[in-house]
């Protein structure tokens, strides 16, 4: 199958470790989208910036190219609103199933502030949900990050076990 997966979220919820184990349970690659950033984006994000659709442009072509390129592949990116998914489909070369990891901004919170060396400030949690525009139904898959790990990566195998593409 090829499968290109995005699991999309606000900073902190779990995005590199279901990516992770999720490539790990299907034998496919997993590519962080934080890796993807141009250093200026990176930067900006480390100053406690919040990005801006212009920052954000060329790194979610740089997106669309991994799944284009690399298929099949899962890529952990934030995706926070319709454009930006939109953007990544046309680009990607093929279907994309997102994965929307969501909970509650203070579970993601204490989440942030437990994780060490990465570059994302837990300040800029709050720009991140006012940013998402949450997928529907029709558009992602939504998970509980609430949930085991093992349990989310059980419910995201399930939902593309029908997946011919």
């Known amino acids: 199958m090829m499968h290109r997966i995005v699991i ?3 900073s902190g919820c779990g995005k590199s470790s279901v990516g992770a184990a999720l490539g790990n ?4 690659l997993y590519r962080d989208g934080d890796d993807l950033h141009p ?7 480390r100053a406690g910036i919040p ?20 298929a099949p592949v899962i890529v952990g990116c934030s ?13 990607a070369g093929g279907p994309v199933r997102f994965v929307h990891l969501a909970g ?3 579970l993601i919170a204490t989440r942030m502030a ?11 949690l709050d720009s991140q949900f006012a940013t998402l525009e949450a997928p529907g139904p029709e558009e992602a898959l939504k998970l509980d ?8 990566v059980d419910a995201i195998l399930t939902d593309i076990s029908g997946d011919t593409t």
């Not at 990050?145 to 989310?152: D, G, H, M």
Request: hydrophobic residues 40%; positive net charge; glycine residues 8%.
């Open 8 to 10: 999309m979220g606000v």
């Open 25 to 28: 349970r299907l034998g496919i």
């Open 39 to 45: 250093a200026a984006n990176v930067e900006k994000m």
């Open 51 to 70: 990005l801006t659709d212009t920052d954000r442009w060329p790194w979610l072509d740089q997106v669309a190219q991994v799944l284009k390129d690399g």
């Open 79 to 91: 995706a926070l609103r319709r454009a930006y998914r939109d953007r990544i489909r046309q680009g």
């Open 104 to 106: 509650s901004r203070d």
């Open 114 to 124: 437990a994780r060490t060396g990465h570059y994302m400030p837990a300040t800029l």
């Open 145 to 152: 990050v609430a949930e085991t790990l093992s349990t989310v």
